[in-house]
């Protein structure tokens, strides 16, 4: 029993596929009559015309894709840069707190080993347990001072780390969704650009006396081209509307 996401999956490659026909047959009916009134000699003039808006739109499309691939590479680049740079200086600060809990430790060893040692000097001749106890609580100390830092240390750097990597995932999905932003402008602005100099090619062809017969039959092609698309559109959602009633028909309790 197919479910509702199958029969929408299925109505919405049905839909694709009569548009891909539909623009097919009208892009086959157009280079037919292009084909046909291209070798008329006072269509020339209009043709050249539309193949050179056609020619300067492309290259702009191409100059400005260009220029926003360029602008996105720049992007990705500064990002990289800086995040190498942020993960130097996390490293470099993790460094410099590892050495400094180092240096700390052994101060503080040192410092408990001399005055064990002046104890000892200082009463040479009493039990040195109570000197032993202080100096083993120092050392102690040391080290979990010592173990303390070194896991500040080493959480500073993840927090460093990690808020460097989300920085750069963030700058380059922003420098990824400008550059999809601008060329798809930059696409409609072509097709905007293609449609116009189109209108302009059909309007100068339809004045020209010579072109009448084949303009008519290209345009009673088009037009039956756009019926034959209303058609099957309207009775393919019809078939959805069928499938999907029959559907729910059939969770209907018996």
Same mark, same amino acid.
């Given at each position: 029993m197919p479910t509702l996401g199958d029969v929408t999956e299925?109505?919405?490659?049905?839909?694709?596929?009569?548009?891909?026909?539909?623009?097919?047959?009208?892009? /086959?009916?157009?280079?037919?009559?292009?084909?046909?009134?291209?070798?008329?000699?006072?269509?020339?003039?209009?043709?050249?015309?539309?193949?050179?808006?056609?020619?300067?739109?492309?290259?702009?499309?191409?100059?400005?894709?260009?220029?926003?691939?360029?602008?996105?590479t720049e992007m990705l680049q500064q990002v990289s840069d800086r995040l190498a740079i942020a993960l130097a200086d996390?490293?470099?600060?993790?460094?410099?707190?590892?050495?400094?809990?180092?240096?700390?430790?052994?101060?503080?060893e040192e410092d408990a080993e001399r005055e064990f040692i002046l104890a000892l000097a200082a009463a040479p001749a009493r039990p040195s347990f109570d000197a032993q106890k202080i100096r083993a609580q120092k050392m102690e100390k040391a080290k979990i001072d010592f173990d303390a830092a070194l896991a500040a240390s080493q959480k500073q750097f993840a927090q460093s780390r990690d808020a460097a990597l989300a920085v750069e995932t963030f700058a380059s999905r922003n420098a990824e969704q400008t550059f999809k932003t601008a060329t798809k402008v930059n696409a409609l602005a072509s097709r905007a650009a293609l449609a116009s100099a189109e209108q302009a090619l059909?309007?100068?062809?339809?004045?020209?006396?010579?072109?009448?017969?084949?303009?008519?039959?290209?345009?009673? /092609?088009? /037009?039956?081209?756009?019926?034959?698309?209303?058609?099957s559109e309207n009775e393919e959602f019809e078939r959805f509307h069928q499938e999907v009633q029959a559907l729910r028909g059939s969770h209907l309790p018996s």
């Open positions: 299925g109505h919405s490659k049905r839909i694709s596929q009569l548009a891909q026909l539909r623009d097919r047959r009208l892009r /086959e009916a157009t280079e037919t009559r292009d084909r046909h009134l291209h070798v008329l000699p006072a269509a020339a003039k209009l043709y050249e015309k539309f193949d050179k808006q056609l020619t300067e739109t492309r290259n702009q499309q191409l100059a400005t894709d260009a220029k926003a691939e360029g602008a996105r996390a490293q470099r600060a993790r460094r410099d707190a590892d050495v400094a809990a180092f240096e700390q430790r052994r101060k503080t059909v309007k100068g062809l339809s004045e020209l006396p010579e072109a009448a017969v084949e303009f008519q039959r290209w345009t009673a /092609e088009t /037009e039956q081209i756009l019926a034959d698309y209303k058609r």
